[in-house]
C-alpha cells in the first residue's frame, strides 16, 4: 500500500524538525532545554520504529528515496544531540570538535555504512543518557526504561536481523578493502 510507505516517509521526514529543534534548544535555553530535549528524542526514537513498522507493512518491494536515507535522518538526531550537549557546555567544543573530525577521516576513508551510521550515533546517544542520569536522573532514568522498551518490542529483528546486519556490514566493508 503506498500510503503506508507515505507515513513511513514522514515519520522519517519528521526526524529532520526534530534534530533541527534539538539543535536549537542548545543554543537558546542550554540545559534548561534538557527536559525538552529529551522529550524529542523520545519521539525520534519512536517514529524511527514506527517508520520501519509502515514501511515493511506497505508491501512494496523498494525503498522510496527518504527510505533509502533513514540513516542520514537518525545520524542528523544524534548530530543535533552532540550540538544541544555542546552548546549547553555538558560536552567542551574540543572534545566535540575532535569526535567530528574522527568520524570525518573514518567516513571519508569507507563512506557510511548502516554499521558504521550506527557506531557513530551510539556514544552520542550514551553521552546523553549519562549525562541524563548526572544532571537529571529521573529524566535518565525515562530514558533508559523507554530504550529497554524499545528494545523489548523490536526483540524479534534485533538478535535475528540488526546485529547480523551490523556485523555484515564491517565484514563486507573489510572485504572490499582487502580486494
Known amino acids: 500500500m503506498k500510503s503506508l510507505n507515505i507515513i513511513a516517509d514522514f515519520l522519517t521526514a519528521s526526524r529532520l524538525l526534530i534534530s533541527i529543534l534539538i539543535g536549537f534548544l542548545g543554543w537558546f535555553r542550554g540545559v534548561d532545554g534538557w527536559l525538552l530535549a529529551s522529550i524529542l528524542l523520545i519521539i525520534a526514537w519512536s517514529t524511527d520504529i514506527l517508520d520501519g513498522i509502515f514501511a515493511r507493512r ?3 518491494p523498494g525503498k522510496t528515496w527518504i527510505g ?3 540513516l542520514y535522518f537518525d545520524m542528523l538526531v544524534a548530530l543535533s544531540l552532540l550540538v544541544f550537549m555542546t552548546s549547553s557546555t555538558v560536552i567542551n ?26 557506531l557513530f550515533q551510539a556514544p552520542i546517544y550514551a553521552w546523553f543518557i549519562v549525562s541524563s542520569l548526572v544532571y537529571q536522573p529521573p529524566l535518565g532514568a525515562i530514558l533508559l526504561v523507554f530504550l529497554a522498551f524499545l528494545t523489548a518490542i523490536t526483540w524479534p529483528r534485533f538478535p535475528d536481523d540488526t546485529i547480523p546486519s551490523f556485523i555484515s556490514g564491517f565484514e563486507q566493508r573489510k572485504n572490499s578493502h582487502n580486494s
Open 58 to 60: 506497505s508491501g512494496s
Open 68 to 70: 533509502k536515507h533513514d
Open 93 to 118: 567544543l574540543a572534545t566535540c570538535l575532535l569526535y567530528l573530525f574522527a568520524w570525518v577521516l573514518i567516513f571519508s576513508r569507507f563512506g557510511i555504512p548502516s554499521a558504521l551510521g550506527k
